[in-house]
Structure formats: structure tokens, C-alpha cells
């Protein structure tokens, strides 16, 4: 900070001190993010970001910003929050109770817009103000008819506080070939030049339809429109009880050995999400909810909740806990549809009740499927050095549950649903130790879910779009005390479409670390084949790829193709071999130097051989491919190097096609070892990628089709710049 702001006014003072359990980089954080305000954000021009990440503490910042923003000059707050009655309410309580001692005092005033007076006078105005609204059309033409109407209000100095910045504040549509203001978007902006002295801060954990706005928008519908692209950005800490996209989806979760991490996943076979949108006895019938394998992930994914909070409270208990206080959750979160969600309720109900069942009358079954969750459960206690209860105490413990109505099950279908369901502390009510919700999109921004211990989620968009699956994570949070019982189910494609984007916020933050969004390339292909920049704003988030340092580009789910017939492979393979002997042989000591050209050859006479039959393998774009290569060869210091890829082969490799049934993964993901390719690359990827061609045998007991076949694997040399590729660009 250039400038110290007053840490020692009555506000900021007094809130520091009833609140000594904040860590020292949030009070830190608040500071320097109120030196910025008023430093580069003083207009409405200028909003600043304050960048978290989901459920990890960003209202608490954003509080603790606006107790040093009243002691810096700042008389009126407006909190803008998503269009959710249940979340603003959730949001004028939390206000209300973190500022309570200023209330008592007559010092603060807070209103939710729609229920505001219509005018204030002077002595009203003497005190500080906050106004509580909805980004929503009403709620907004309210705080713009309040300022608008009232020149001393409007002349006080006043911090827009934008909660889930991303969440309709900005946005444009085309219409006739213009570029147009959404609605809230023009308000939002009136709201602003309603303001003579205004500084907005934007909080959000999923901020890329803000950075990649462009700087300067002209559009047919407003007079004067201001795009709130951040002009600066502080991050929210992050401490190291958090649970995120790094512990779900970092290196730990891919690992070949058993790590807690990888030990959360469990796969989910895509056709099941089919069978939980309607009844269909074609697939199974209700009475065999236990035995029936059509289902299988989704009974494993409710017993696996059921052991795990049985667990937990066990060893709770043990540990001096009041069992009272010992509850956890489930969510199942698949469809949008509240038919959907009917059908979900119904299966899971007649789960639980035939448990209960099984349970009374001492049926194997419910041995059975016990023992397999408290196995699977023991692996992640025993790594995280945590008590394993004897299974015959599990056992009894379930069975009392089950039999006892200790589980409740929820639908969420609405805000008013959410309304209902909240507790004090804007948290979804636990009623029971066991709690299962079962809900759709209403279930994402501001929702916390205490305790979540399981986590189904099957949502299938055409397009993944970062910020709405993002906010869909509702797992995470300050988790870590529950990891070791917590587990995510979900389809090999959906999980792979969560990893690319995790990679991709994680790229996102480390450019913002290291001073800003400039700092990552922003590329596409041009018509011509080329790869050209790409303004940040033109890029669809749902269509990049993140290119690092070492970054792997591999096929993965394919099948190879037959060996003869119309679309046999054996003779393209063939010719592969003879090209690859030529150019670089087999299992050489080092990887040779090739034209670029040769490279995207290769890979496009390997593309006809690999099928991908399978509905829910991840996708895998060649063009893109392709087009990284192209990218990357491009980005050596001398350019008199560029242009250029290392190239190595290895032939007799047995990869299998799917992984182990202990595994958490559906299909091999490395048929690369760290211990050759691995060492390769260390040792000779240094300003160029490598081209790794694995020639398999391809034998059918490995899954394939008794033909070889090459598995082409890219990695992004060691020092590259960290670029977004995207396949897919805004016309």
C-alpha cells in the first residue's frame, strides 16, 4: 500500500477486535483493498476485484472492506447481491449481525432497498447507510430513483459492493446485428453515473466473463455505458483448511498410488444420469433399488454417506463431541427439472427404506453393501491417520440409523424452498444427523451446505461454461476435518471437463499473482491454419485449453480401429512404421529434431486409426491438438529455432485401455511413464515440446482390438509461456 488508509477509526477498530479470530491476511487484505478504492477506483470508471474462490470466505472479506471503508471517507454502501430472495435475505442478516454493535449504537443503518424509506434527512444522513438489493430490474430502478431524487444522498461518497460479480451485472446480447446492454447490465451502469462520488467493488470466485470483457463497448441502447472490466485485483486468502479445485482435480487426485485426493472419486457411469431424470421399469424396478447394477453409483454414492456420517459421528463422540452436533450432508444435484427431482426423492426414499428393511430383518444385502463402503471408507481414514471404528460398531451404528428415521431427504426446487431451509447462519438446515438435498440450479451461488460429505453431480450441458460449474461446487469449503469420508461421483467426461477448467482458474490467478491477466497469451487458430492472438474477450471459456510448462496433450477412451476391412488400420499403421523408423527409430537414446510440419503429419496420419465409440470418453480435439503443437514450437527464444519439435518413439508398449476396477478413472490416462518419457522431457524439453508416438500392440485382453496402433502423447516444454487456446471465438 502507497498510501496507509485509518486502521484505528471507530469502526474498523472495534470490528478488528470482536472479530480476533479473522486471520491476519484478511484484515491485510480488507486494507489494500480500500487504499485501492480510493487510489485508482474513486469513479465508477474504475471498479476494483476482490477474487476469491468458491465458499471460501469472500463475504467475510467484503464485510471487513466496508468496516475500513467507513473510517476512509465512505459514507453510503450499497451490497448488490444475485436475484434470489433467499440470498438476500441471507446477506441482510449476516450484515445486520456482523454490524449489530454499530446498529445498537445509532452509528449505521441498514435497509433492504425494497423496504427503505423514501427519503432521508439530514440527521439520517449523518449516520453510515447501507442499502441491501437484488440484481433485479425493481430493486435497482429503486436505488436509482433514491440517489436520482436526492442530491445530498447522492453527493455522499458511496462503495458499490457487486456480490457474485459475474451473476447478471454484466453481459451483452446482439440483436439485428447490434451490440446491446442487458437490462441489469444498463442499470447497474445508471446506478453508477447516478453516484457523483462512487467506487465499485466486484466479488466474485468465477471472474471470466469480467476479464475477458474488452476495454472499450459501444452499444445501441444506453446513452453512456460503462463495461466493468477490474482495473485492479486483490486476492482473497485462502488458508490451508480449504478445500478446492486443487484438492479435487490437482496432480494428488490423478495419482496412480491411493492418496486422499484420488481416493475422493468415485466414476459414474454416464447412462445412470438418464435413469435418475424419470421412472422407467424397463432399467430397473423400484423393489430392487439394493441389488439392481443399473444404479450402481448412485446406491454406492447414499450408503457411502450413510457409513461416512456414521463414522464421523463415531469417532465425533469418541473425541468428547455432543452427538446432538455431529450432522452431515449429501447433495444430489443432476437435473434442473422438479419432475426430475420427484423421481430422485422417490428412489432415494425407497433406498433408505429398504435398507431400514434389510437392516431389521438381518438380510446379507445390507451386510454387503456396508462392508463394501466401510472398506472403501477405512483406506482414506487409514491415510489420513484418523481412527477406523471396528466394522461390527459401524455396522450398528448404520443399522440405528437407518431404522431410527436419522436420515432426512430434501427437494430444493426454488428460492422459496431455500428460504424455508436456511438456518441462522444462511446455511441449509440440518435436521438430522443425516441430511440428503436433492435440487437443481437453485443450489449454487451463496448456498452452503455444512458438513457435505457427498457429492453427486451429473449435469450435462451442451456446453460447460466455467462460471456455472464453478458455482455448481458446492463441496467446496472448509472441509478439510471431513476429507477423509467425502466423496464425488460423477462420469468420466464431467470430471475431465472440471479438471480443464480448474487448471484454467488456476492459470487465471497465477497470472493475476504475478501482475495481472496480461500476463497469459490469449491465442486461436486463424482461417488459414495459423495461430494468431486472440482478443481476451472474443474467447468462449467452455471451448479453451490451458497450455503450461509440461503440459500433456493426449488422446484418452478411444478404441483403436480393426485391424482389416473398410476401415481397417493395419496398412495406415504399417506405413506409420516405416515413416517413423526413417525419421527417428524406435526407443532412441534421445528425441531427434523435426519440422513442425512433420509432426502435425504424423498426428494427422495417427487420427484415422483411433475411434472414440464411447459416449462419455473425454472429448479429444485434434484440430486443437494440433494447433498447441503449432503453438508451442512457435515460442523458443531464438527464432531461429522455431518452428521445430522433438520427436520420440517407443514401440511394444501393452498399455490397457481401461483402468483398474480399484481405480477412480475409466480409461488409462498414461500410457507415458514418468520414469522414461518423464525423464525425456525433463532432460530435453527445455524450449521445445516433444512429440512421445507409443506404439502398442494393442492386445485384446488389454481392451483393445488385436492391432497395433500409435498413442500420440504432446508435452509443453519447460519454458513456455502460460497460454488459453481457444477452439471457438466470438464472431
Given at each position: 500500500m502507497s498510501n496507509p488508509i485509518n486502521t484505528r477509526g471507530l469502526f474498523y477498530s472495534a470490528y478488528r477486535g470482536a472479530n480476533q479470530s479473522f486471520s491476519i491476511e484478511t484484515f491485510t487484505c480488507a486494507e489494500e483493498t480500500v487504499a485501492a478504492l480510493l487510489e485508482t477506483a474513486t469513479t465508477s470508471d474504475h471498479p476494483g476485484m476482490l477474487l476469491g474462490k468458491v465458499q471460501s470466505g469472500k463475504t467475510r472479506t467484503f464485510i471487513t472492506v466496508l468496516a475500513a471503508a467507513f473510517d476512509n471517507g465512505f459514507d453510503i454502501a450499497i451490497v448488490l447481491s444475485k436475484n434470489s430472495r433467499a440470498l438476500i435475505e441471507q446477506t441482510a442478516k449476516r450484515l445486520?449481525?456482523?454490524?449489530?454493535?454499530?446498529?445498537?449504537?445509532?452509528?449505521?443503518?441498514?435497509?433492504?432497498?425494497?423496504?427503505?424509506?423514501?427519503?432521508?434527512?439530514?440527521?439520517?444522513?449523518?449516520?453510515?447507510?447501507?442499502?441491501?438489493?437484488?440484481?433485479?430490474?425493481?430493486?435497482?430502478?429503486?436505488?436509482?430513483?433514491?440517489?436520482?431524487?436526492?442530491?445530498?444522498?447522492?453527493?455522499?461518497?458511496?462503495?458499490?459492493?457487486?456480490?457474485?460479480?459475474?451473476?447478471?451485472?454484466?453481459?451483452?446480447?446482439?440483436?439485428?446485428?447490434?451490440?446491446?446492454?442487458?437490462?441489469?447490465?444498463?442499470?447497474?451502469?445508471?446506478?453508477?453515473?447516478?453516484?457523483?462520488?462512487?467506487?465499485?467493488?466486484?466479488?466474485?470466485?468465477?471472474?471470466?466473463?469480467?476479464?475477458?470483457?474488452?476495454?472499450?463497448?459501444s452499444v445501441t441502447n444506453a446513452l453512456e455505458f460503462k463495461p466493468t472490466r477490474p482495473a485492479f485485483t486483490k486476492l482473497v486468502p485462502v488458508p490451508p483448511e480449504y478445500v478446492g479445485g486443487e484438492t479435487y482435480f490437482g496432480p494428488s487426485s490423478r495419482s496412480h498410488e491411493d492418496t486422499l485426493e484420488s481416493l475422493i472419486h468415485h466414476t459414474v457411469d454416464h447412462r445412470e444420469f438418464e435413469r435418475l431424470k424419470r421412472y422407467d421399469r424397463r432399467s430397473f424396478k423400484l423393489e430392487d433399488v439394493l441389488t439392481t447394477p443399473t444404479i450402481d453409483g448412485f446406491r454406492r454414492a447414499i450408503v457411502n454417506f450413510i457409513v461416512g456420517g456414521c463414522i464421523q459421528r463415531i469417532n465425533g463422540v469418541a473425541a468428547g463431541a455432543k452427538d446432538k452436533k455431529l450432522r452431515y450432508s449429501f447433495l444430489l444435484h443432476?437435473?434442473?427439472?422438479?419432475?426430475?427431482?420427484?423421481?430422485?426423492?422417490?428412489?432415494?426414499?425407497?433406498?433408505?427404506?429398504?435398507?431400514?428393511?434389510?437392516?431389521?430383518?438381518?438380510?446379507?444385502?445390507?451386510?454387503?453393501l456396508v462392508t463394501a463402503a466401510f472398506a472403501d471408507l477405512a483406506k482414506s481414514l487409514a491415510l489420513a491417520s484418523l481412527p477406523v471404528p471396528p466394522k461390527l460398531v459401524v455396522l450398528a451404528a448404520v443399522k440405528e440409523a437407518v431404522t431410527r428415521e436419522y436420515i432426512t431427504i430434501a427437494k430444493v426446487n426454488s428460492d422459496d424452498d431455500v428460504a424455508a431451509l436456511l438456518d441462522n447462519s444462511g446455511q441449509l438446515k440440518l435436521r438430522t444427523p443425516l441430511n440428503i438435498f436433492i435440487g437443481g440450479q437453485v443450489l449454487d451461488r451463496g448456498v452452503t451446505l455444512a458438513n457435505l460429505i457427498g457429492f453427486y453431480y451429473g449435469r450435462r450441458p451442451n456446453r460447460f461454461q466455467q462460471d456455472t460449474v464453478l458455482q455448481h461446487s458446492r463441496m467446496y469449503g472448509y472441509r478439510r476435518p471431513d476429507l477423509a469420508v467425502t466423496r464425488f461421483y460423477t462420469s468420466p467426461a464431467i470430471r475431465f471437463a472440471m479438471a480443464q477448467m480448474e487448471e484454467f482458474d488456476q492459470s487465471l490467478r497465477s497470472a493475476i499473482e504475478a501482475g495481472g491477466d496480461k500476463a497469459v497469451q490469449f491465442i486461436r487458430t486463424a482461417s488459414d491454419g495459423s495461430i494468431v492472438p486472440c482478443s481476451p474477450n472474443k474467447i468462449l471459456v467452455a471451448t479453451t485449453q490451458t497450455l503450461r510448462p509440461h503440459k500433456r496433450i493426449l488422446p484418452i477412451g478411444f478404441q483403436s480401429g480393426y485391424k482389416t476391412g473398410a476401415q481397417g488400420i493395419g496398412k495406415m499403421v504399417e506405413a506409420l512404421d516405416a515413416r517413423v523408423s526413417t525419421i527417428c527409430g524406435f526407443n532412441a537414446d534421445a528425441p531427434k529434431l523435426v519440422p513442425l510440419a512433420t509432426a502435425l503429419s504424423l498426428l494427422s496420419d495417427i487420427e484415422p486409426t483411433l475411434h472414440f465409440p464411447e459416449d462419455d470418453a473425454?472429448?479429444?480435439?485434434?484440430?486443437?491438438?494440433?494447433?498447441?503443437?503449432?503453438?508451442?514450437?512457435?515460442?523458443?527464444?531464438?527464432?531461429?529455432?522455431?518452428?521445430?519439435?522433438?520427436?520420440?518413439?517407443?514401440?511394444?508398449?501393452?498399455?490397457?485401455?481401461?483402468?483398474?476396477?480399484?481405480?477412480?478413472?475409466?480409461?488409462?490416462?498414461?500410457?507415458?511413464?514418468?520414469?522414461?518419457?518423464?525423464?525425456?522431457?525433463?532432460?530435453?524439453?527445455?524450449?521445445?515440446?516433444?512429440?512421445?508416438?507409443?506404439?502398442?500392440?494393442?492386445?485384446?485382453?488389454?481392451?483393445?482390438?488385436?492391432?497395433?496402433?500409435?498413442?500420440?502423447?504432446?508435452?509443453?516444454?519447460?519454458?513456455?509461456?502460460?497460454?488459453?487456446?481457444?477452439?471457438?471465438t466470438i464472431d
Open positions: 445486520n449481525r456482523e454490524f449489530s454493535m454499530f446498529i445498537e449504537d445509532g452509528e449505521l443503518e441498514i435497509y433492504d432497498i425494497m423496504h427503505a424509506p423514501e427519503s432521508f434527512g439530514e440527521f439520517e444522513l449523518d449516520s453510515k447507510l447501507i442499502f441491501v438489493g437484488k440484481k433485479q430490474s425493481d430493486n435497482l430502478r429503486r436505488l436509482i430513483d433514491l440517489f436520482t431524487r436526492h442530491p445530498a444522498m447522492a453527493r455522499k461518497r458511496t462503495i458499490i459492493i457487486d456480490d457474485e460479480a459475474d451473476n447478471a451485472s454484466i453481459g451483452y446480447s446482439i440483436k439485428q446485428g447490434l451490440l446491446e446492454a442487458r437490462t441489469i447490465a444498463k442499470q447497474v451502469s445508471e446506478l453508477r453515473n447516478a453516484i457523483t462520488q462512487s467506487s465499485f467493488l466486484q466479488v466474485t470466485a468465477t471472474p471470466y466473463s469480467l476479464y475477458l470483457q474488452p476495454y472499450d463497448v443432476s437435473e434442473a427439472g422438479k419432475d426430475a427431482h420427484s423421481w430422485q426423492g422417490m428412489l432415494t426414499e425407497a433406498m433408505v427404506q429398504k435398507l431400514a428393511s434389510a437392516a431389521a430383518a438381518d438380510e446379507p444385502v445390507f451386510q454387503e473425454p472429448p479429444f480435439d485434434w484440430i486443437a491438438a494440433r494447433a498447441a503443437l503449432t503453438h508451442l514450437s512457435q515460442q523458443h527464444p531464438d527464432p531461429a529455432k522455431r518452428g521445430q519439435v522433438l520427436l520420440w518413439a517407443a514401440k511394444e508398449r501393452d498399455s490397457a485401455r481401461m483402468a483398474s476396477a480399484s481405480s477412480h478413472a475409466t480409461y488409462i490416462e498414461t500410457p507415458d511413464s514418468e520414469k522414461t518419457e518423464g525423464q525425456l522431457a525433463k532432460t530435453y524439453a527445455i524450449d521445445h515440446p516433444i512429440l512421445f508416438l507409443l506404439r502398442q500392440d494393442g492386445a485384446a485382453e488389454k481392451g483393445w482390438r488385436d492391432t497395433p496402433f500409435y498413442w500420440p502423447v504432446v508435452r509443453a516444454q519447460a519454458r513456455t509461456p502460460t497460454a488459453i487456446y481457444t477452439a471457438e
